[in-house]
């Protein structure tokens, strides 16, 4: 099975290095228990080994009823983040199991992939969004510094003619998406609290889930 575990990005605190002193920057994420919602098998109607985590109860009236069906199946409540996980083998995990940051910690796993939704700017100009160097700023341009310029050529020769084509780099809305940061050292594992130490990047606001896994190019 592949080390893989839901949680919540809380901030980030320091620690030091036990050997040479050293401040670490870290990035603090709760880390389960996750639930065992769902466990697939290749013998199976699925077709393929998986396993259904869920993290953190939610309130059965603000959720489904299909949701809260879903969750009586392994003795739980309806929970606000779920998520699968393809997995190679079979597990060895069933419905109603309980999943810890302990499996990191028996698998020795030092570098880690961080799975989350970025922080949404809502909608920004070109300037930011793709960082344009905007218009000159000297004489000739008078309430244009920040526009992107012309947007549609005619040299249809070009492929370019006077549509914009699909992908054109505009204003619009920016952020919020799906991002994965590879390879972030897993500082420590702190079984006790539930917490996992991450010195590195991870995406999303404080509060933010985030999906934390065995890193795939680094061992």
Known sequence: MIPAIL???IGMTQIFNAETGARVPVTVVQAGPCTVLQAK???GPDGYNGLQLGFEDVKPHRSTLPEIGHARKSNTA?????????????SDKGVGDTITVD?????EVKWVDVVGTTKGKGFQGGMRRWGFGGQPA??????????PGSIGGRAQNLGT??????GKKMAGHMGHNRCTIRSQELMKVDAENNMLL??????????????????????
């Open 7 to 9: 949680g919540r990005k």
């Open 41 to 43: 098998t290749a013998d």
């Open 78 to 90: 309806p929970k606000r983040f779920v998520r699968e996980f393809r997995l190679e083998e079979a």
């Open 103 to 107: 499996i990191f910690a028996e698998n």
């Open 138 to 147: 000297s004489h000739g341009t008078e309430r244009k510094h920040r526009s």
């Open 161 to 166: 003619s006077s549509a914009i084509k699909k």
């Open 198 to 219: 991450i010195r590195g990047a991870v995406p999303g606001p404080n509060g933010g889930f985030v999906i934390v896994r065995k890193a795939k190019t680094r061992e």
